[in-house]
T-cell receptor, first 118, second 113 residues
Framework: EPEVTQTPSHQVTQMGQEVILRCVPI?????FYWYRQILGQKVEFLVS????????KSEIFDDQFSVERPDGSNFTLKIRSTKLEDSAMYFC????????????????FGDGTRLSIL | RKEVEQDPGPFNVPEGATVAFNCTYS??????FFWYRQDCRKEPKLLMS???SGNEDGRFTAQLNRASQYISLLIRDSKLSDSATYLC??????????????FGQGTILTVHP
């Protein structure tokens, strides 16, 4: 079964440094997402991306965050100047667009990148 | 009311037991929902989609009560491998499921021998 893949699995970075988290969504999916989960807390939406642009973003997704689809397969999340509170699991997800499948299509998640800010 | 609210548990049940989890949601426009399971420090994995009044998949039954804005998940004949956190998930306002997902805080289930 096709799956969403994320790299690296664990990233350790000094506060203030830039990080780029990488994702390869499922190949025929057209909607892409980033979520994060701080340890012990619920999964939170960050941003959705469709047709090469952000379709929605949360309050968490401030100017320090950006997303990009640099080629036909990768989808990246960049945090420009990391803070201690950015430490979390970051999940990438993708799904079919309406009309691509039957019924309401769920989002499929990658296995996450654990980001630790020191 | 929180957008999606769940009893965090934990639920500790013996193998073979039947257990039910509840979830309430605040957005009456939501049309479909999902139950995901999450193992410790792993990604959420889709368990079931919930639509219409409910649906069944093997040992798992999900029910939706739109009038009460309430979703349930019933697990019959619990297995040790069912131990996980169960996440109630609602799509964003408007009901379409290609927008952001809103997660509940999860219900912890532990099945013991």
């Amino acid at each position: 079964e096709p799956e969403v893949t994320q790299t690296p699995s664990h990233q350790v970075t000094q506060m203030g440094q830039e990080v780029i988290l990488r994702c390869v969504p499922i190949s025929n999916h057209l909607y892409f997402y980033w979520y994060r989960q701080i340890l012990g807390q619920k999964v939170e939406f960050l941003v959705s991306f469709y047709n090469n642009e952000i379709s929605e973003k949360s309050e968490i997704f401030d100017d320090q965050f950006s997303v990009e689809r640099p080629d036909g397969s990768n989808f990246t999340l960049k945090i420009r100047s990391t803070k201690l509170e950015d430490s979390a699991m970051y999940f990438c997800a993708s799904r079919l667009a309406p009309g691509q499948g039957i019924g309401n299509q769920p989002q499929h998640f990658g296995d996450g990148t654990r980001l630790s800010i020191l | 009311r929180k957008e999606v609210e769940q009893d965090p548990g934990p639920f500790n049940v013996p193998e073979g037991a039947t257990v039910a989890f509840n979830c309430t949601y605040s957005n009456s426009a939501s049309q479909s929902f999902f139950w995901y399971r999450q193992d410790c420090r792993k990604e959420p994995k889709l368990l079931m989609s919930v639509y219409s009044s409910g649906n069944e998949d093997g040992r798992f039954t999900a029910q939706l009560n739109r009038a009460s804005q309430y979703i349930s998940l019933l697990i019959r004949d619990s297995k040790l491998s069912d131990s996980a956190t169960y996440l109630c998930v609602a799509p964003y306002a408007g009901g379409t499921s290609y927008g952001k997902l809103t997660f509940g805080q999860g219900t912890i289930l532990t099945v013991h021998p």
